[in-house]
């Protein structure tokens, strides 16, 4: 049974920055395109950024294109997402997961809890 754990979310003012960290239990991630979704109340689940098993490439959501960074370190068995320039439309519960390109994978995982990313204007 795998279970992610979302973690480094909190609450910052507009224009702050925050780096997420996606932990994985139960299994290997390095094999694995992972990725980056948020959710907030008004909204259904959305992507955020993806990334390659080696890390090499990367895609964004054009709505955090330029702000966020995606980044993995497979030794650690970790991901993580930096985000700056943060603005009050990108609060939401973020998780993490298997992806493809521009979506959840549909051999995707159970959902973890997220973190929550509150910005303040």
């Known amino acids: 049974q795998v279970q992610l754990v979302e973690s480094g979310g909190g609450l910052v003012k507009a224009g702050g920055s925050l780096r997420l960290s996606c932990a994985a239990s139960g299994r290997t991630l390095s094999g694995l395109m992972m990725g980056w979704f948020r959710q907030s109340p008004a909204k259904e689940r959305e992507f955020v950024a993806s990334?390659?098993?080696?890390?090499?490439?990367?895609y964004y959501a054009d709505s955090v294109k330029g702000r966020f960074t995606i980044s993995r370190d497979n030794a650690k068995n970790t991901m993580y997402l930096q985000m700056n320039s943060l603005k009050p439309e990108d609060t939401a519960v973020y998780y993490c997961?298997?992806?493809?390109?521009?979506?959840?994978?549909?051999?995707?995982?159970?959902w973890g809890q997220g973190t929550q990313v509150t910005v303040s204007s």
């Open positions: 997961n298997r992806a493809s390109p521009t979506s959840w994978a549909p051999a995707r995982f159970d």
């Open positions: 990334i390659t098993v080696s890390g090499s490439t990367t």
